[in-house]
């Protein structure tokens, strides 16, 4: 077999999930949905708003998660994962449980 980042399904999966803020966005949506764009600007501690907008976009890009605009003043915008976003549900809670072991284990 052989393994490179184009067949591997692992790698398609990190391009998705990869980078510092992206698991963070998907689990607060998760938890927090339908989530707004200051809850998350308050709830992601550290991220900019420049980074919180190119990481949303790149998930809604992805088609993990939904934008939703109301027609109001001022506008409301609201997040959602999407149907298929929310087939991520069970490898986050996988992830969040490895890495609890993870944090026990390098005490």
């Not at 109001?72 to 609890?100: C, D, H, N, Q």
Request: with cysteine.
């Amino acid at each position: 077999m052989i393994f490179d980042e184009n067949s591997c399904p692992v790698t398609a999966t990190m391009q998705v999930l990869g980078g510092k803020w992206k698991a963070i966005l998907i689990n607060a949506i998760y938890h927090t949905s339908p989530a707004r764009f200051g809850e998350l600007k308050r709830s992601v501690k550290g991220i900019t708003q420049s980074m919180l907008t190119s990481q949303l976009r790149e998930l809604e890009h992805d088609g993990i998660i939904c934008r939703k605009i109301y027609a109001e003043i001022p506008p409301r915008v609201e997040y959602t994962l999407t149907e298929f976003g929310l087939t991520l549900s069970p490898i986050m809670l996988s992830m969040a449980k490895w890495g609890e072991e993870y944090r026990i284990k390098k005490q």
